[in-house]
Nanobody
């Protein structure tokens, strides 16, 4: 069983930046795919970004490509999502996910509790 804990969410003005983190309870980041999903009020959960086990491959939703960057630190067993040029439509609860496959069409078995990101106009 893997526990994932997100942090770093908060309130930021449009155009600003924020970095959120996901820390796993055990050595996970270096052995499985990791990613981020988000859920905004009234909207369906959507894929945001993912990184594979060795960090060579990354994948982003079209809506965040060029603005968000996913990365990881194996020593800290942590995955990060650097969010730049934030827009009000980025407002959502961001969830960390881990598993064998994490992308637009697949989710892993492990989820964090989420961290709230609010972008004001």
């Amino acid at each position: 069983q893997v526990q994932l804990v997100e942090s770093g969410g908060g309130l930021v003005q449009a155009g600003g930046s924020l970095r959120i983190s996901c820390v796993a309870s055990r050595r996970t980041v270096s052995s499985v795919a990791m990613g981020w999903f988000r859920q905004a009020p009234v909207k369906e959960r959507e894929f945001v970004a993912a990184i594979n086990w060795n960090g060579v491959w990354t994948y982003y939703a079209d809506s965040v490509k060029g603005r968000f960057t996913i990365s990881k630190d194996n020593a800290k067993n942590t995955v990060y999502l650097q969010m730049n040029s934030l827009k009000p439509e980025d407002t959502a609860v961001y969830y960390c996910n881990a598993g064998s496959r994490v992308d637009k069409s697949n989710t892993g078995n492990y989820w964090g509790q989420g961290t709230q990101v609010v972008v004001s106009s």
